[in-house]
């Protein structure tokens, strides 16, 4: 298999908080970065003939996925991941009610977006729908961040979660459970505030609160990856 492979959403698929050009997720998926990461050697989407198209941009939120992203695409895409709907959520940070209407709103424009890509890709292209993570690691607090704690905060990213995943059973979208993989590697394991992108510890896969750094930008890929093989 062959083709476009295109990158819609967020910081969680970008460069920019990786450690420089080719080192975040939608890059490392397209073409592995040998020097960090020697044991994904072959694994990667140029090595199977794959051009790509990142479209995804800091501080982007779902209607930005919808108005701003789609449009760009000139070609059809063979493989697309989305991440969308953490931007959403921040901006109602500590505030219950108004983050549940974030999650309405992200469902209800994912609706749309996860239409226009089935109808472009065709029934064989390939959508991957990714899980918001959580930095407090299920704890609703982040010390060293400026934010106060939000104890409801972990629930509402599950509620989150459960309508992307909704979204992509919908629409015939697989699911890489970004939330799943990255448990234990936000507070549990470090200062997810802390601005090095390359943390020598490995196990700490956030930088500035919310990005993934170098190894969460890996872990992203290999959730991608995994799901694009496994399932489905």
């Given at each position: 298999?062959?083709?476009?492979?295109?990158?819609?959403?967020?910081?969680?698929?970008?460069?920019?908080?990786?450690?420089?050009?080719?080192?975040?997720?939608?890059?490392?998926?397209?073409?592995?970065?040998?020097?960090?990461?020697?044991?994904?050697?072959?694994?990667?989407?140029?090595?199977?003939?794959?051009?790509?198209?990142?479209?995804?941009?800091?501080?982007?939120?779902?209607?930005?996925?919808?108005?701003?992203?789609?449009?760009?695409?000139?070609?059809?895409?063979?493989?697309?991941?989305?991440?969308?709907?953490?931007?959403?959520?921040?901006?109602?940070?500590?505030?219950?009610?108004?983050?549940?209407?974030?999650?309405?709103?992200?469902?209800?424009?994912?609706?749309?977006?996860?239409?226009?890509?089935?109808?472009?890709?065709?029934?064989?292209?390939?959508?991957?729908?990714?899980?918001v993570y959580d930095p407090s690691d299920g704890t609703?607090?982040?010390?060293?961040?400026?934010?106060?704690?939000?104890?409801?905060?972990?629930?509402?990213?599950?509620?989150?979660?459960?309508?992307?995943?909704?979204l992509a059973g919908r629409h015939g979208a697989v699911?890489?459970?970004?939330?799943?993989?990255?448990?234990?590697?936000?507070?549990?394991?470090?200062?997810?505030?802390?601005?090095?992108?390359?943390?020598?510890?490995?196990?700490?896969?956030?930088?500035?609160v919310i990005e993934p750094n170098a190894w969460g930008?890996?872990?992203?890929?290999?959730?991608?990856?995994?799901?694009?093989?496994?399932?489905?």
């Amino acid at each position: 298999m062959s083709g476009l492979y295109v990158a819609l959403g967020d910081s969680m698929s970008i460069d920019d908080y990786a450690g420089g050009p080719g080192r975040g997720a939608a890059r490392l998926l397209h073409r592995n970065h040998v020097g960090d990461f020697p044991d994904w050697a072959g694994r990667d989407l140029a090595g199977a003939g794959f051009d790509v198209a990142v479209l995804a941009r800091d501080g982007a939120v779902a209607a930005d996925v919808l108005e701003r992203q789609l449009p760009l695409l000139t070609r059809t895409p063979a493989v697309v991941t989305v991440t969308m709907g953490g931007n959403d959520l921040m901006a109602a940070y500590g505030d219950d009610a108004a983050a549940r209407a974030a999650i309405g709103r992200v469902t209800a424009i994912g609706e749309a977006i996860l239409s226009r890509l089935r109808s472009r890709c065709g029934a064989a292209g390939r959508i991957v729908v990714s899980t918001v993570y959580d930095p407090s690691d299920g704890t609703g607090e982040v010390p060293g961040s400026g934010l106060t704690p939000w104890p409801n905060g972990p629930d509402l990213v599950d509620t989150l979660n459960a309508a992307l995943r909704d979204l992509a059973g919908r629409h015939g979208a697989v699911v890489a459970d970004v939330h799943r993989r990255f448990l234990g590697h936000g507070v549990r394991a470090g200062d997810p505030a802390s601005p090095e992108s390359r943390p020598v510890d490995r196990n700490l896969w956030y930088c500035g609160v919310i990005e993934p750094n170098a190894w969460g930008a890996a872990a992203i890929r290999a959730a991608w990856w995994h799901t694009l093989h496994d399932g489905g």
